[in-house]
């Protein structure tokens, strides 16, 4: 079936959140509504188990946004259920429920906070479909040295999923996620594998308050075994793309991606490159 990318002006917004009500009502929420984004376009998901779903429900009543309760425990398997949760080719704009600001880069040492967050959203659908690609994001460290004022770039970019943007495409392989840990690093190799590149905004990029906050929908813990099992399943699909980064000082093993400029894309039925031989075959 084709896909028609809808303009983006009908984008929806994504955010799934696990245990934390009061930080969905203190930051992501405040946040998108303050910057232009319409509450009739957010929709929050919740695991229907979730000992705060009163306290959820409260909340969307009182910003207006949407709940969608779901089976899904764990951030990947809800972002798994985003994927498929819009009709095919809606704009989806995916937000942590615990961020905070963008920041938009003016030069290697001044920051400002994007304040029409509406229109960054707008632009960069748009700049995605102009491109014939499918994902976008934004810089991955919020750090003026390390950001490019005004520079939007496309090839194999590292999306983190603070925030985050793609066209709705249910049951393709961009979204189908191998690893419990890592997906971020696996949806950016994903879409240039498939779609021959990905979208990133170099000089705006998200705050938030990674693993710092209780609950979230990694509030079941950090598995260190998993985290190596993942990266060590990443190094093998993805042979010549994926490197360990030593130099990151982390008690967790970490990765970096090759720097790689757009191509043409695969077809669907062609899996990642070291495929068969990360299932033993």
């Not at 425990?73 to 798994?80: C, K």
């Not at 290697?108 to 700049?127: E, G, S, Y």
């Not at 690093?185 to 990133?200: F, I, K, P, Q």
Request: one cysteine or more; hydrophobic letters at 40%.
């Amino acid at each position: 079936m084709t896909i028609r990318r809808q303009p983006a002006h009908t984008y929806r917004v994504a955010i799934p959140s696990y245990r934390r009500p009061k930080t969905l009502s203190e930051r992501a929420l405040p946040l998108l509504l303050n910057g232009g984004v319409e509450p009739r376009r957010v929709r929050v998901f919740c695991h229907d188990n979730d000992p705060d779903l009163p306290a959820y429900r409260d909340v969307v009543a009182t910003f207006g946004v949407e709940l969608e309760t779901t089976t899904q425990r764990g951030i990947t398997a809800q972002r798994t259920h985003i994927a498929a949760a819009f009709p095919p080719g809606t704009p989806v704009l995916n937000v942590d429920d615990d961020v905070t600001a963008l920041e938009q880069a003016l030069d290697q040492k001044t920051l400002r906070p994007v304040k029409n967050i509406d229109a960054l959203v707008l632009d960069m659908f748009t700049t995605t479909a102009g491109r014939d690609l499918w994902v976008w994001g934004l810089a991955p460290v919020v750090n003026a040295y390390f950001m490019r004022p005004d520079r939007v770039t496309e090839g194999l970019k590292f999306l983190i999923f603070t925030f985050w943007g793609c066209f709705s495409r249910p049951g393709h392989p961009v979204h189908q996620f191998t690893v419990p840990y890592k997906d971020e690093h696996e949806l950016s190799l994903r879409a240039w594998w498939w779609d021959g590149a990905t979208v990133r905004h170099d000089g705006v990029a998200a705050r938030a308050n990674f693993y710092t906050l209780p609950g979230g929908c990694q509030a079941a813990g950090r598995d260190h075994a998993q985290i190596s099992a993942s990266v060590d399943s990443l190094l093998a699909q993805w042979p010549g793309l994926v490197r360990r980064n030593h130099r990151r000082k982390s008690e967790y093993p970490e990765i970096v991606l090759a720097a790689k400029k757009r191509h043409r894309g695969h077809p669907i039925t062609t899996p990642p490159p070291g495929w068969a031989a990360a299932q033993g075959k």
